[in-house]
Nanobody, 120 residues
Framework: AQLVESGGGLVQPGGSLSLSCAAS????????MGWYRQAPGKQRELVAT???????NYTDSVKGRFTISRDNAKNTVYLQMNSLKPEDTAVYYC???????????????WGQGTQVTVSS
């Protein structure tokens, strides 16, 4: 399987951005989907996850500002980011746990990363 991210870019503080991540391949099912981010000089951190049943989880710093969602028919996960702050600046990576045809197990796949910069 392959994940392709889109969205990201430069936005002023208080602005909004939307990210998307579409999976392609011989996909039988997708379990949890999520977004991580990595700022310069820092470790990659979890931003949000969404299960196949729609349960969501957010890191405390983005609660109330970011919304994760998914479209199972399109094998796509989204991240709507509102009220962006300079500390949200990072490369954002999507991940999906995918069960592919021909495999007996589910494994995680990662997107290529997209830069989000929040600056005036």
């Amino acid at each position: 399987a392959q994940l392709v991210e889109s969205g990201g870019g430069l936005v002023q503080p208080g602005g909004s951005l939307s990210l998307s991540c579409a999976a392609s391949g011989s996909i039988l099912s997708i379990a949890t989907m999520g977004w991580y981010r990595q700022a310069p000089g820092k470790q990659r951190e979890l931003v949000a996850t969404i299960t196949s049943g729609g349960s969501t989880n957010y890191t405390d710093s983005v609660k109330g500002r970011f919304t994760i969602s998914r479209d199972n028919a399109k094998n796509t996960v989204y991240l709507q980011m509102n009220s962006l702050k300079p500390e949200d600046t990072a490369v954002y990576y999507c991940t999906q746990w995918i069960h592919e045809r021909g495999y007996f197990y589910t494994r995680d796949y990662w997107g290529q990363g997209t830069q989000v910069t929040v600056s005036s």
